[in-house]
């Protein structure tokens, strides 16, 4: 599945999103940081204006951002949404326990860019979304993090 260390793996989900925030950049926050920087020339002296400083740094952030969303856009491969629930791929939802602190967790598999594991998405290039990759429920597969632990697949959703 993974082969070209450029391409950034997006589920569909995950690429409408940044497609979402790219629109939102370009649409809304870029034309209000260009109003803003008017305004802000038009109080006079720019060496002492912090307005217009904080108006500046406002739009090399939102430039920035553009920027690496559309790189990541550009090197996207989306990836279809897992078909089965034999096996943890992309776009399933996995529940776990980890054998450790006897403790469930549920978790999303998704592209590196999209991962958020305060919300429990979690990449398929970390070491736990590594080590679950295309193995099966009830299989226990050990974790290679700092501390190596094992966690056991209990279900595979959808």
């Known amino acids: 599945m ?22 939102r950049l370009i649409n809304e926050e870029r034309p209000a940081v260009l109003e803003e920087i008017e305004e802000a020339r038009a109080h006079g002296d ?21 920027a690496e969303i559309e790189e990541i856009l550009s090197n996207a491969i989306e990836v279809q949404a897992a078909t089965s ?7 399933t ?3 776990l326990l980890d054998l ?13 860019g999209e991962a958020r594991p305060l919300e429990n998405l979690i990449s398929y290039t970390s070491p736990l979304g ?3 990759l295309n193995k099966r429920a009830g ?11 094992q966690v056991k697949i209990v279900k595979i959703e959808l």
Do not use: F, M
Request: hydrophobic letters at 35%; aromatic letters at 8%; charged letters at 30%.
């Open 139 to 149: 299989e226990v597969v050990t974790v290679q993090a700092p501390t190596p632990y």
């Open 93 to 95: 939802k996995v529940t």
């Open 2 to 23: 993974v082969s070209d260390r450029n391409a950034v793996y997006l589920t569909s989900e995950g690429k409408k999103k940044y497609e979402s925030e790219l629109l």
């Open 100 to 112: 450790s602190e006897n403790t469930q967790y549920v978790y999303k598999i998704v592209g590196a």
């Open 85 to 91: 629930n034999e096996i943890v791929d992309l776009s």
């Open 46 to 66: 720019l060496s002492e204006n912090a307005d217009y400083d904080a108006a500046r740094n406002r739009q090399g952030e939102i430039e920035s951002r553009i």
């Open 130 to 132: 590594a080590a679950i």
